[in-house]
Antibody, heavy 121, light 109 residues
Framework: QVQLQESGPGLLKPSGTLSLTCGVSGGSISSGNWWNWVRQPPGKGLEWIGEIYHSGTTNYNPSLKSRVTISVDKSENQFSLKLSSVTAADTAVYYC??????????????WGQGTLVTVSS | EIVMTQSPATLSVSPGERATLSCRASQSVSSSLAWYQQKPGQAPRLLIYGASTRATGIPARFSGSGSGTEFTLTISSLQSEDFALYYCQQYNTWPPMYTFGQGTKLEIK
């Protein structure tokens, strides 16, 4: 059973950079799946941020692309999210999730429990 | 960007009755449609993918239908644990740009 766990600071100041890591257990990050970040502002819906393959290939939400970097660390079986120039609008629960297999379309079948990141001065 | 619209925003149903939730895509997504259930303080859980295939461990009372732009999630004989938020998601675009509906809250009548 694949398990994902987000970690990182829960509070940061405006204009700072959000940094989160998602550790994968029960499976390899090189399994052939894409790995995703999704966020949910308090009381609102879900927004896809981006995805990464173990090769390092990424796809990003165009609305966030200028501020987002997703990277992978195969030796640690984890992947990470960086979001720069944050504002209060970036306050959200951030989830990591396992997505599609390479070469196919697919849903997100395993999710982390989520971590709340608050942007406030 | 493909916009996903769910209706109704809130659905009030009595336990034991049937619930029907709708999801509409702004353009065809073929059958690349998933449904998720989310309870307060929890991550979304995959219920249905490919518009009609139940994910592992999902009870048979959950069923999905539709293709193209119109989709339905039906929950027959609602159990207490089914009252939650439900989201649809399309995953049909290239390059990938996954979008979710705004959610339907299923509440006890």
């Amino acid at each position: 059973q694949v398990q994902l766990q987000e970690s990182g600071p829960g509070l940061l100041k405006p204009s700072g950079t959000l940094s989160l890591t998602c550790g994968v257990s029960g499976g390899s990050i090189s399994s052939g799946n894409w790995w995703n970040w999704v966020r949910q502002p308090p009381g609102k819906g879900l927004e896809w941020i981006g995805e990464i393959y173990h090769s390092g290939t990424t796809n990003y939400n165009p609305s966030l692309k200028s501020r987002v970097t997703i990277s992978v660390d195969k030796s640690e079986n984890q992947f990470s999210l960086k979001l720069s120039s944050v504002t209060a609008a970036d306050t959200a629960v951030y989830y990591c999730a396992r997505g599609r297999s390479s070469g196919s379309y697919g849903p997100f079948d395993y999710w982390g429990q989520g971590t709340l990141v608050t942007v406030s001065s | 960007e493909i916009v996903m619209t769910q209706s109704p925003a809130t659905l009030s149903v009595s336990p034991g009755e049937r619930a029907t939730l709708s999801c509409r895509a702004s353009q065809s997504v073929s059958s690349s449609l998933a449904w998720y259930q989310q309870k307060p303080g929890q991550a979304p859980r995959l219920l249905i993918y490919g518009a009609s295939t139940r994910a592992t461990g999902i009870p048979a009372r959950f069923s999905g239908s539709g293709s193209g732009t119109e989709f339905t999630l039906t929950i027959s004989s609602l159990q207490s644990e089914d009252f939650a938020l439900y989201y649809c998601q399309q995953y049909n675009t290239w390059p990938p740009m996954y979008t979710f509906g705004q959610g339907t809250k299923l509440e006890i009548k």
